[in-house]
């Protein structure tokens, strides 16, 4: 089995500021058709998951722009440009190349 | 606009079992791979099952393999999770999500709560 280890665990930051996350998978998330099955998701208070960012850097329909990810192989981040208060919330990594794994996730709060 | 809603959580003794249904509209559900995950109070997310599109091939993780079966009804847009042998650790919201080409977690309903208690 894949095992997804985010970093940090949790992450305070101020408003404005830039945030980041890092995912690393215990083997190369590489799959035999050439692509990355590694996707971002956020969860808010209250609420259910919701897709961010797949296949390492694609941002889904309607996620804000301030939201990029990067990475290859093991190692992958997605960065915050400019924290908002409504980005408050959990943030999973999720690898689909060998079944599904998701990372422990990482709390971002306001300082 | 996509819509997920599953139901049929609830409190069930220990050894008990209980069907999850996942209500989809707003697209062509017969194109899409659906899967189940579950979150227990103040944890991660897990991944417990997935179905393909004619619900043909399904798989399940191993924390659930032989009590949880996975299927699919496309005629009537919807997705079940027939969960038997319950235990307590299998507390947990459980939400169905779409599965875009088996590896887009794109869509995802808001939950249903099961509790597994004496």
């Known amino acids: 089995d894949i095992v997804m280890t985010q970093t940090p665990l949790s992450s305070p930051v101020t408003l404005g500021q830039p945030a980041s996350i890092s995912c690393r998978s215990s083997?190369?998330?590489?799959?035999?058709?050439?692509?990355?099955?590694l996707s971002w998701l956020q969860q808010r208070p209250g609420q259910p998951p919701r897709l961010l960012i797949y296949k390492i850097s694609n941002r889904f329909s309607g996620v804000p722009d301030r939201f990029s990810g990067s990475g290859a192989g093991t190692d992958f981040t997605l960065k915050i440009s400019r924290v908002e208060a409504e980005d408050v919330g959990v943030y999973y990594c999720m690898q689909a190349t060998q079944l599904w794994t998701f990372g422990q996730g990482t709390k971002v709060e306001i300082k | 606009e996509v819509q997920l809603l599953e139901s049929g959580g609830g409190l069930v003794q220990p050894g008990g079992s209980l069907r999850l249904s996942c209500a989809a509209s707003?697209?062509?559900?017969?194109?899409?791979?659906m899967s189940w995950v579950r979150q227990a109070p103040g944890k991660g997310l897990e991944w417990v099952s997935a179905?393909?599109?004619?619900?043909?091939?399904?798989y399940d993780a191993d924390s659930v393999r032989g009590r949880f079966t996975i299927s699919r009804d496309n005629s009537k847009n919807t997705l079940y999770l027939q969960m038997n042998s319950l235990r307590a650790e299998d507390t947990a919201v459980y939400y169905c999500a779409t599965l875009l080409g088996w590896v887009v977690p794109d869509y995802w309903g808001q939950g249903t709560l099961v509790t597994v208690s004496s």
């Open positions: 707003g697209f062509t559900f017969s194109t899409y791979a």
């Open positions: 179905i393909s599109t004619s619900g043909d091939a399904t």
């Open positions: 083997q190369s998330l590489v799959h035999s058709d050439g692509n990355t099955y």
